[in-house]
């Protein structure tokens, strides 16, 4: 994990947009855990200017899928000259057979390919992303990707469900066999927002999931894997905290997105209460916080280490 992927701002206030900019709400994948699905977000060129016009340290373009739009090079190219640190492309990666395309993006200013990779499995890819022989395409597209941009440019998110979470193993190892290059991956949580809403079955209880993800991570760490994790309450991290997103969004001060986790009656007396913002609010709302524990860790260890992983 790197400073400038991680690091999205100071925190700013509830009033200022946040540095993501919306080029469409059309898709050309109608995946099942979507937490935008049947939310159009698009944003019109004004506001996009306007979000610009801050100059974050870091601007996440997103969508629908935002190689859709003919504009994206334009609009990278217009964040760039802003003077924007770090441009982060949320994406599907379906274009990027295209040596081409991928070369013109990185010229305008693209420093991170962020991939939703949904599964190393054809069939679990096909349900979840909702189409039909694409899956081969795919892996060729992101080969095309890593070929074209660097690894380092490149870093695949896995999102937790109830349909991945059983073979997250065999997901990192697919990963470390076919695409060593890759930066590190992210695993999320699934949201329940968007499409989830209808679809609670999609959210597994944390104690599944948290020993298949903890397996993960030990064998990642074991292939000299890079990973990261978000939405997963520290308490139940032990060992791997440094790897929660949210540790250093709270030694930093940054406030995107922590206000749909929460702090439970649960949480009360943890040692680790400065640096873990608690659970997701939506999956209390289906499943209760029985599931976590007041930790009594020191925090201190987890703070150096945080300190050294980014130099600060």
Known sequence: MARHNVKIGSGAARDVPPPNIFLSSVCNHDCLFCSEGGVDNAQTPDQIREVISMRPDTLSIEGGEPTLSRRLPEWVRLAREAGVRDIILCTNGVRFEDASYVKELCDAGVTLFNVNFPSHIEKVFDTVTRTRGQFKARLKALRGLIDAAGGQRVRLNCVVHSLSYMTLEDYARFVNRHFPEVYYVEFNMVKDLGYVMQRHYLVPRLRDLIPRLTAAMALMDRLGMKYICDGFPLCLLPGREYAAIDTYKRMTGNSLYMGEKKKSRRCSGCTLGELCAGLRG????????????????????????????FKR
């Open 282 to 309: 939506d999956y209390m709302r289906i499943h209760g916080d029985g599931e976590i524990r007041a930790s009594a860790i020191n925090p201190a260890p987890i703070k150096a280490r945080i300190r050294k992983m």
